[in-house]
């Protein structure tokens, strides 16, 4: 089992940006897909973007292409998303997420561990 741990949530105005961190308990395997999630109130929780350990394929959605950046660092179990240019639809909570043993082709891909959530607020 891999715990997932999110900081960086915090109240910021509109064009501001913020840098999400998602932190795992343990190594996880070479080949794994690490993910951005995010859920605004009254949603349904939507991937804002993926990448693939070690080979860096990036997949992103339209409404944050060019804005948002996820990256990671296997040495120290982390991935984060960058968000540039932020605007208030962005407001929502946001989950990083693990797919084990396999990577993203589509941000419809099945994860296999969630963090439990980081607050955005932009206003």
């Known amino acids: 089992h891999v715990q997932l741990v999110e900081s960086g949530g915090d109240s910021v105005q509109a064009g501001g940006s913020l840098r999400l961190s998602c932190a795992a308990s343990r190594f996880i395997s070479s080949v794994n897909c690490l993910a951005w999630f995010r859920q605004a109130p009254g949603k349904e929780r939507v991937a804002v973007a993926t990448?693939?350990?070690?080979?860096?394929?990036?997949i992103y959605d339209d409404s944050v292409k060019g804005r948002f950046t996820i990256s990671q660092d296997n040495a120290k179990r982390q991935h984060y998303l960058r968000m540039n240019s932020l605007k208030p639809e962005d407001t929502a909570t946001y989950y990083c997420?693990?797919?084990?043993?396999?990577?993203?082709?589509?941000?419809?891909?099945?994860?296999?561990?969630w963090g439990k959530g980081t607050q955005v607020t932009v206003s």
């Open positions: 990448i693939n350990a070690g080979i860096g394929d990036t």
């Open positions: 997420a693990l797919r084990d043993g396999g990577y993203c082709y589509s941000l419809n891909d099945r994860m296999d561990y």
